[in-house]
């Protein structure tokens, strides 16, 4: 029989062992992240604006590759890609400390970048594969609540480091970090194989792992377009990370600390309550209702924050951290209806290509959006927060259209298959 312990574990053993990895994952990163700034400017010796531009080129890069690392983990098996890129990972974390140039920096951070890409194209393609269709979005969310909690215990181990305002720790957390990711990569060797790992590819699949044009991704169109929007909605990151902590700085009388409180919440609503909005996402309809969800709290948030350039005192705190629980509440929302949308409308003989084009998606929203919501907001004011919102509003708008469009898409290459 079930007890009240089981509700707060994920629901099988294989769910259980992959949210164990994704905290060892997230530990390993979590460490470096937290001390990274301190370690490019002064252990590598680089400015803030060469960190800058190489995490630019290396986003760039990674973007270029997106597709065809995704048809690779088709073509190689999903998890083989995803262990092998998890090796090499580890491995390059070992370089860190003899970094000492910016061209060694780029070179560096391009290739981790790119492996660490084809990581979560094979990761991605294997959870899709070997989970039942009932089980994938809520194992996910379990997936993504444990790696919340490894990023914060990556956090406490980099803040350990900082503390003692040493060099030489500072210089040894990428051999944490190494340490960790290779226990890492030895877990997922022990993962059991996924479909496409172990069934021999068809004549028909391996032209299609070959660059076959017939039934790509990149020719679903619906599914493109679905993922650029779902990657707009997905900049409620960037409203998370960027837009709301620069607004308390500059434009309201909150004090700077709230923002340590404000992450911290973040963190634990994350762990809590990602599970519960996932609950029920198993078809294209559920998924779509996911991501009106997130769009409404997303709207909300972009309301509720703008008015604090005129409020004082605590009722300033409580917006800020009300308009920060709200962005919150989009963040969980649209993870659940990415995870649905790719279960729901991935060629089974595709996934891995299909990841990929979920990450066109992404990465767009990443590029444009700190700019123009940034600017948006601090220069425009209230204004700018509805510019925002009706963004946010067309996009989710677009995603019942697109979505229908990839079903059909789907359908069309059944047929073609089957004829």
């Given at each position: 029989?079930?007890t009240?312990l089981?509700?707060?574990?994920?629901?099988?053993p294989?769910?259980?062992?992959?949210?164990?990895?994704?905290?060892?994952?997230?530990?390993g990163?979590?460490?470096?992240?937290?001390?990274?700034?301190?370690?490019?400017?002064?252990?590598?010796?680089?400015?803030?604006?060469?960190?800058?531009?190489?995490?630019?080129?290396?986003?760039?890069?990674?973007?270029?590759?997106?597709?065809?690392?995704?048809?690779?983990?088709?073509?190689?098996?999903?998890?083989?890609?995803?262990?092998?890129?998890?090796?090499?990972?580890?491995?390059l974390?070992?370089?860190?400390?003899f970094?000492?140039?910016?061209a060694?920096?780029?070179?560096m951070?391009?290739?981790?970048?790119?492996?660490?890409?084809?990581?979560?194209?094979?990761?991605?393609?294997?959870?899709?594969?070997?989970?039942?269709?009932?089980e994938?979005?809520?194992s996910?969310?379990?997936?993504?609540?444990?790696?919340?909690i490894g990023?914060t215990?990556?956090?406490?181990?980099?803040?350990?480091a900082l503390?003692?305002?040493?060099?030489?720790?500072?210089?040894?957390?990428?051999?944490?970090?190494?340490?960790?990711?290779?226990?890492?990569a030895?877990?997922?060797?022990?993962?059991?194989?996924?479909?496409?790992?172990?069934?021999?590819a068809?004549?028909?699949?391996?032209?299609?792992?070959?660059?076959?044009?017939?039934?790509?991704?990149?020719?679903?169109?619906?599914?493109?377009?679905?993922?650029?929007?779902?990657?707009?909605?997905?900049?409620?990151?960037?409203?998370?990370?960027?837009?709301?902590?620069?607004?308390?700085?500059q434009?309201?009388?909150?004090p700077?600390?709230?923002?340590?409180?404000?992450?911290?919440?973040?963190?634990?609503?994350a762990v809590l309550?990602?599970?519960?909005?996932?609950?029920g996402?198993?078809?294209?309809?559920?998924?779509l209702r996911?991501a009106?969800?997130?769009?409404?709290?997303?709207?909300?948030?972009?309301?509720?924050?703008?008015?604090?350039?005129?409020?004082?005192?605590?009722?300033?705190?409580?917006?800020?951290?009300?308009?920060?629980?709200?962005?919150?509440?989009?963040?969980?929302?649209?993870?659940?209806?990415?995870?649905?949308?790719?279960?729901?409308l991935?060629?089974?003989?595709?996934?891995?290509?299909?990841?990929g084009?979920?990450?066109?998606?992404?990465?767009?929203?990443?590029?444009?959006?700190?700019?123009?919501?940034?600017y948006?907001?601090?220069?425009?004011?209230?204004?700018?927060w509805?510019v925002?919102?009706?963004?946010?509003?067309?996009?989710v708008?677009?995603?019942?259209?697109?979505?229908?469009?990839?079903?059909r898409y789907?359908?069309?290459?059944d047929?073609?298959?089957?004829?």
């Amino acid at each position: 029989m079930p007890t009240r312990l089981d509700r707060f574990l994920p629901p099988t053993p294989l769910a259980r062992r992959l949210s164990l990895q994704s905290v060892l994952f997230a530990t390993g990163e979590g460490a470096f992240i937290t001390g990274s700034a301190v370690f490019f400017t002064q252990i590598v010796g680089l400015s803030a604006a060469q960190v800058g531009l190489g995490l630019t080129v290396a986003g760039v890069v990674t973007f270029a590759f997106a597709v065809p690392l995704g048809r690779l983990a088709d073509r190689v098996g999903p998890r083989r890609q995803w262990a092998a890129s998890a090796f090499v990972g580890a491995a390059l974390y070992l370089v860190w400390p003899f970094i000492g140039s910016f061209a060694a920096f780029l070179a560096m951070t391009v290739a981790i970048e790119v492996v660490g890409n084809a990581g979560w194209s094979g990761r991605g393609a294997y959870t899709l594969d070997v989970f039942p269709h009932d089980e994938r979005v809520r194992s996910l969310a379990f997936m993504r609540a444990a790696l919340n909690i490894g990023f914060t215990l990556g956090a406490m181990i980099g803040g350990l480091a900082l503390a003692f305002d040493s060099d030489t720790l500072v210089r040894a957390v990428p051999w944490v970090t190494a340490a960790i990711l290779f226990v890492n990569a030895a877990f997922i060797t022990q993962l059991p194989d996924a479909e496409h790992d172990r069934v021999v590819a068809s004549p028909a699949e391996k032209a299609l792992a070959d660059g076959s044009s017939a039934g790509s991704a990149l020719r679903n169109r619906g599914f493109l377009s679905l993922s650029v929007l779902d990657g707009v909605l997905g900049t409620n990151q960037v409203l998370l990370n960027v837009v709301i902590p620069l607004w308390l700085v500059q434009a309201t009388d909150a004090p700077h600390v709230l923002l340590a409180w404000l992450f911290g919440t973040n963190t634990v609503l994350a762990v809590l309550l990602q599970v519960p909005a996932a609950r029920g996402v198993n078809s294209v309809a559920t998924s779509l209702r996911a991501a009106r969800i997130s769009g409404a709290f997303f709207v909300l948030s972009c309301f509720v924050v703008l008015v604090t350039h005129d409020t004082l005192g605590w009722v300033t705190i409580v917006l800020v951290w009300l308009g920060h629980v709200t962005v919150t509440g989009a963040e969980l929302f649209q993870s659940a209806g990415h995870w649905g949308f790719l279960s729901e409308l991935s060629d089974p003989d595709r996934r891995g290509e299909y990841q990929g084009v979920s990450q066109l998606g992404g990465t767009l929203g990443s590029v444009w959006a700190p700019a123009a919501f940034t600017y948006l907001a601090l220069e425009w004011g209230a204004t700018g927060w509805v510019v925002i919102a009706s963004v946010i509003v067309l996009a989710v708008l677009g995603m019942g259209p697109a979505a229908r469009a990839a079903e059909r898409y789907l359908a069309r290459a059944d047929r073609a298959t089957a004829a």
